[in-house]
C-alpha cells in the first residue's frame, strides 16, 4: 500500500514537472518528461508493483531463485565436462589436431620477416588521378 502511494507521487509531481516544462515552450520535452512519469501509475495500475514486493519479501520466493540458481549451475557445469570430454575423445581418435601443431612440408606464410618493413610500391598513376580530385576539392573549400 505504501509502495502504491510513492509511486502515485512520483507520478503526479513528474506531471507537474511536465506542465511547467509545457508552459515554457519546450513541448517535446515536456511530453518526454510526461512519459517517464506515467510509467510508475502504469506499474501500480498492472499490479506489476505488488508482485515485486510480495516476491522480495517472500521466503519462499528466494528459495525458489536459489533452487534456480543451482538449476543453472548444474547445466552449465555438466555442459562444460561434455564438451571437454568430446574434445579429448576427438583429438585422442585423431580427428582434431593441437591448434599449434603444422604439417612439416607447409608452405611458408605470404609476408615473411623480410617483407614487413619493405617500402611500399609507388602508386600507379590512376591513383594519384583520385588523389588530385580529393585535393582540388579540399582547396576549393579552402581546407
Known amino acids: 500500500m505504501l509502495a502504491e502511494t510513492i509511486f502515485s507521487a512520483v507520478s503526479v509531481a513528474g506531471l507537474g514537472i511536465a506542465a511547467i516544462t509545457a508552459y515554457r515552450k519546450r513541448f517535446l520535452a515536456a511530453a518526454r518528461i510526461a512519459a517517464y512519469s506515467l510509467v510508475p501509475i502504469g506499474l501500480v495500475m498492472t499490479g506489476a508493483v505488488e508482485w515485486a514486493f510480495d516476491t522480495a519479501f517472500s521466503p519462499t520466493a528466494w528459495a ?17 565436462v561434455e564438451r571437454r570430454r568430446a574434445g579429448r575423445q576427438e583429438v585422442e581418435k585423431g580427428g582434431k589436431a593441437e591448434p599449434g601443431v603444422v604439417a ?13 618493413g619493405a617500402t611500399p610500391k609507388p602508386q600507379s598513376a590512376a591513383a594519384a588521378d583520385d588523389f588530385s580530385d580529393i585535393e582540388a576539392i579540399l582547396k576549393k573549400h579552402g581546407i
Open 64 to 80: 525458489g531463485f536459489g533452487v534456480l540458481g543451482a538449476a543453472w549451475l548444474l547445466f552449465v557445469s555438466t555442459r562444460a
Open 104 to 116: 612439416p612440408a607447409a608452405s611458408a606464410p605470404t609476408l615473411g620477416r623480410g617483407q614487413r
